[in-house]
């Protein structure tokens, strides 16, 4: 397997998906010519032409809006959302048509659009290019959500999304494109939606995460030391969910500690301590504890390490759940 960094496996995904299905196309801004913000999409303008890696004026909206109508008449677009906060022009499109079309044709009509774009802070970015906004697509109906946390994934489930007859999200941890390497099966790789992923074996206590947390719950496991046996789980797919997963590794361990980098109110932790408060209640042995952004705008990068979790904030949820 070759050794790659995040991005280059998402770029190794494209090639192999346009090259494996001639009805894969993508279109975003500065695609084509420039291979992409964050060189993602490199080589495909030449290798695939410029009707199947296509440059788009700056207009999330009409990005969206087109990738419905190609989606209509046959394609299966992959649209790049520049940054994460530059898809909240976009939200009409995916609330009223993207998410609606296979309720609205009562089955009929599939509908695979694939969304992916870069989310998340730690790289010193201005404002609007740091968000976390995955709960306003997993609100959504209709519409499926995926966050990789390694290059492996990345590139997996981008494939399954570009694959999935329906719409899927699929949000990229930017602080990570260039700064994580690992190994990705070449060719054909697959990870499916809706399987979560235990990044590490434990039995005192569970730390959940996704994205770009998942590195950041790691080191927080080897901070703890022996004080615990921490297992890590990776969630990958906010919907579907692998509940069962979840479930077993509350059981195993009887204590969870989630992380997310975005907001704390109504946030993707929030939903995941409720299912654990209907579901593992009798096998846990303390509260489900929460680490989170802050509920303010995500801050300029002076003070933006303050508001990103951290290991210490971490590991004082450990241990505060650990003594309980």
Known sequence: MAELTLVEAINSCFHHELQRDDSVMVMGEDVGRAGGVFRATAGLRDRFG??????????????????VGLCMAGWRPVCELQYDAFSYP???????????????????????????????????????????PETYYVHTPGVKVAIPST?????GLLA?????????????????????????????????LGKARVARMGSDLTLVAYGSMVPLVERAAD????????????????????????????????????????????????ELAAILAEKAILDLRGPVLRVTGYDVPYPYWQIEDAYMPSVERVVDAARKLLQY
């Open 160 to 192: 399954a999304a570009i694959r999935d007859p329906d719409p899927v999200v699929v949000f990229e941890p930017k602080l990570h494109y260039r700064t994580m390497r690992g190994e990705v099966p070449e060719g054909d790789h697959v990870v499916p």
């Open 223 to 270: 901070a703890l030391g022996g004080d615990a046996s921490v297992e890590v789980l990776d969630v990958r797919t906010l919907k579907p969910l692998d509940e069962q997963a979840l479930l077993a590794s509350a059981a195993k361990t009887g204590r969870v500690v989630i992380v997310q980098e975005a907001p704390r109110t109504c946030g993707y932790a929030a």
């Open 50 to 67: 410029p009707d199947r890696c296509v440059d788009t004026p700056l207009a999330e909206a009409g990005i969206l809006g087109t990738a």
């Open 90 to 132: 976009a939200l009409d499109q995916l609330i009223t048509h993207v998410g609606r079309y296979r309720w609205r044709t009562r089955g009929g009509m599939e509908f695979p659009i694939t969304i992916r774009m870069p989310y998340g802070g730690g790289v010193r970015a201005p404002e609007l290019h740091d968000d976390s």
């Open 151 to 155: 290059p492996s994934d990345a590139k």
